[in-house]
């Protein structure tokens, strides 16, 4: 566990080029498990997310040779089917495996992923659209396993999804590739980074289209061949660059920009005073147009604003004119930054949003939702940050605190780097390189 020691309130400056997108690569690196071929995946990030998917690889059975940020997978050698539970229980995504194996081999022994080990949630969507592929899955309480069977394979089916899931269309679509027949899957989630997993699934012989909106359509075929692919970059790192450079006054261009993909960021950026200028097809450069002001936000699947985005987007809030709302509705508890922003000066409240139906409303499911637990946030600005040791408790949480000592007063202490270790490679580097005085301090072991 290391710390961030930073010293506060300098503009950033210059040029600053987006890693490989981490909700790409995890897949891809699943969708491995596919063929018996080499599959070459460039632009991987080296994040702690990725180091625990090459764990689960390894613990199949699967060998991956790594050369700077290039992965090659060569699957088919000796095989597990059961991916161990102190692997499992540090990444969600590890339980995608289920789909190649149950397709390839008929079994898989995957743990209940994170959080909660009391029941099969959260990823009980998942696990009854693969039923509905003919899988055979019992949850057995007592070890936090799912064991899942498929001797006759899979089959193709007809799935609706009636709440959103994006990991949970891409579980689908690597069953599907493989099964007999063919699956649609409906309410199918719109994220960007699933058309990644589809585009490379294509050069590896599948047959995916996206055949109506929210409905995907897979025709499964016999074996998939190996191939090469280059990640997309990571646009939730540049709404992060965005927001660094208009909290702290500064101005940053972003080499790989995602523009494309921004949309719903950029409509409220612009009006929050937020500046961006195209500089090329791949460069963007962020700046502050004007006076920050508070602008209301509510989570949305794609093409919404972003439930990764909000927590960067209250760091920015608490320098604006105003009082300004933040509404998730895809996970239910996701404000757990809110505590250290106050730390630091932020004045923040938490509130229950008056919602007709919830059960209908909210993504995430309505019975995981503790009485007493809020949805929204509204932030009084502007308020002066100011130095304070802090504790990152997860990913988009950690990069928030990191853009909240950027922008303080003072010399702040940050615990808890490894969540950011998770999703963005060396971010101290990148951001001293734009004039950040950001130090990491390795924790010394007793
Ligand atoms: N859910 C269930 N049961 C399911 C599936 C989902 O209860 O079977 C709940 C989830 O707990 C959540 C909501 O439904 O409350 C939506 O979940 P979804 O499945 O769409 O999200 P996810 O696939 O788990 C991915 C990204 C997230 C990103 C969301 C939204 C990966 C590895 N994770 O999560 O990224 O926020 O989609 O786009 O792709 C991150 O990068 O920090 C991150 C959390």
Redesign the pocket.
């Known amino acids: 566990m290391d710390t961030f020691i930073i010293s506060g309130g300098k503009p950033l400056h210059g040029e600053v080029k987006l890693g490989g997108a981490?909700?790409v690569a995890?897949k891809l690196m699943v969708a491995g498990l596919l063929t018996d071929e080499p599959l070459i995946i460039h632009n991987v990030p080296d994040i702690r997310d990725v180091a625990i998917m090459l764990e689960v690889l390894a613990s199949l059975g699967t060998t991956v040779d790594r050369k700077g940020s290039t992965l090659t997978i060569h699957n088919g050698h000796a095989r597990q089917f059961q991916v161990p539970l102190d692997i499992g229980a540090r990444l969600?995504?590890s339980s995608m495996v289920i789909g190649p194996l149950l397709a390839r081999f008929g079994r898989a022994m995957i743990p209940n992923p994170g959080g909660c080990r009391i029941g099969a949630?959260?990823?009980?969507?998942?696990i009854e659209a693969l039923r509905s592929m003919g899988a055979a899955i019992e949850y057995h309480s007592e070890d936090g396993y799912f064991y899942a069977t498929s001797p006759e394979g899979l089959r193709g089916t007809s799935y609706e999804f009636t709440?959103?899931?994006?990991?949970?269309t891409e579980t689908v679509i690597l069953a599907a590739v493989l099964a007999a027949g063919t699956t649609v899957i409906k309410g199918a989630?719109e994220?960007v980074?699933i058309d990644e997993l589809i585009a490379l699934l294509d050069h590896m012989g599948a047959r995916i289209r996206r055949s109506a909106p929210r409905e995907i359509t897979i025709e499964g075929v016999s074996s998939l061949r190996g191939t090469q692919y280059t990640i997309m970059p990571d646009r939730?790192e540049e709404v992060t660059f965005a927001i660094a450079a208009a909290i702290t006054g500064g101005d940053i261009t972003v080499i790989g920009s995602q523009r494309q993909h921004l949309s719903a960021f950029f409509e409220v950026f612009a009006v929050a005073g937020g500046g961006y200028e195209a500089i090329d097809a791949t460069k963007t450069r962020y700046f502050r147009q004007n006076k920050i002001i508070s602008v209301d936000v509510l989570t949305q699947?794609?093409p919404g604003f972003?439930?990764?985005w909000q927590a960067p987007w209250a760091v920015l809030m608490t320098q604006a004119t105003g009082t300004a709302t933040i509404h998730e509705t895809?996970?239910?508890n996701r404000f757990g930054y809110a505590e250290e922003l106050k730390k630091m000066g932020a004045q923040i409240e938490p509130y229950d949003p008056d919602v007709a139906n919830p059960a209908g409303f909210y993504?995430?499911?309505w019975e995981?939702h503790t009485p007493g637990d809020y949805h929204a946030i509204r932030i009084h600005g502007p308020t002066t940050l100011h130095n304070a040791i802090l504790t990152m408790n997860d990913?988009?949480a950690g990069a928030t605190l990191v853009l909240a000592a950027l922008a303080a007063h003072g010399q702040s202490v940050l615990h808890g780097v490894e969540h950011i270790d998770r999703?963005y490679e060396k971010i101290e580097e990148r951001l001293r390189g734009m004039g950040a005085v950001i130090e990491r301090v390795k924790e010394e072991r007793v």
């Open positions: 981490k909700n995890l969600r995504t949630r959260p990823i009980d969507r998942h709440k959103n899931s994006h990991t949970g989630a994220e980074e939730n699947q794609h972003m439930t990764d895809v996970f239910e993504n995430f499911n995981d990913l988009r999703g």
